[in-house]
């Protein structure tokens, strides 16, 4: 019987068709103090084509490289991530995440959302936030709802980030294989932890006359002990502000870098 409740979740169904609605050019939404999944709106179907088709009517928001303009070169500066998102026996929201493996050439050691760089074989976004995730935990795409796409952030290297947001209704089904080239361990975290003051510090950071705030959140699993920072930590605010539609309990003042390929 457990293995069917995900099938079953009257929540996600909600949630998924709440965030095919959510648009990213409204930089202000109007948060509602009510649980995001009590929300009444007419059912509709939708599908990665759909998503896709969204993608692209949102090609001049999501900007190209300021650094490197020629169509190649903004290619190669090009990488999306995957929030996976699925219910616990619980019913709450949890987030998949990876440790990057020590040898890698960038980031290693750190907490990240499964993802990477555009390759040239990609049709959008989606495909290489799910070809990515399919490569270094061995996620099956065929078990992820893609049900929307956030706001691009650029990196303080000038890539640009494009944060892919599915839902993986069974997680049952999903059966992890780890890339030991790229990854190091798997866990997921509460995704409204993203929004909370608890298990969260943070450090004034000022680069090139900007001044912002780097934030920290610690998680703790049977095995491990994490920490959650930077702009992985700055895509979960952004992605549970969208799925419980609030803000944080906290001052976010997030570095101006970060919104560069928007500007």
């Known amino acids: 019987m457990a293995t069917n409740i995900f099938h079953r979740s009257e ?13 990213p050019n409204n930089n202000h939404p109007s948060f509602s103090s009510s649980n995001f999944f009590n929300i009444n709106i007419q059912n509709q179907k939708c599908n990665v084509n759909e998503v896709v088709k969204k993608e692209q009517e949102l090609k001049p928001e999501l900007g190209t ?18 929030v996976c998102l699925f219910e616990d026996q619980q019913g709450h929201l949890r987030v ?15 907490v990240s959302l499964p993802g990477g760089k555009v390759e040239e074989g990609d049709a ?4 290489t936030a799910l070809r990515e995730a399919e490569e270094e935990i061995g996620l099956d795409r065929s078990l992820v709802d893609v049900v929307t796409v956030l706001e691009s952030f650029t990196a303080k290297k000038g890539i640009i980030v494009i944060p892919v947001v599915g839902i993986l209704c069974d997680r049952n089904a999903f059966n ?4 030991t080239a790229e990854v190091a361990a798997i866990f997921d975290a509460p995704l409204e932890m993203f929004l909370k003051d608890e298990n969260r510090r943070e450090q004034k950071v000022e680069y090139m006359g900007d001044q912002y705030v780097l934030h920290f959140f610690d998680h703790e699993t049977e095995k491990e002990k994490y920490i959650i920072w930077a702009l992985t930590a700055g895509i979960l605010i952004k992605a549970a502000s969208v799925v419980y539609q609030r803000l944080p309990d906290f001052h ?4 101006r870098f970060w919104n560069r390929s928007r500007q």
């Open 252 to 255: 976010e003042r997030r570095p």
């Open 65 to 82: 490289d300021p650094i490197n303009s020629s169509s190649s070169n903004s290619r190669r500066a090009r990488a999306a991530v995957l």
């Open 124 to 127: 959008n976004d989606m495909e």
């Open 11 to 23: 929540n996600l169904v909600k949630l998924a068709e709440r965030l095919r609605l959510y648009n």
């Open 96 to 110: 998949i995440l990876t440790k990057r493996a020590s040898t890698v050439s960038t980031y290693s050691g750190e």
């Open 176 to 179: 992890p294989v780890i890339n």
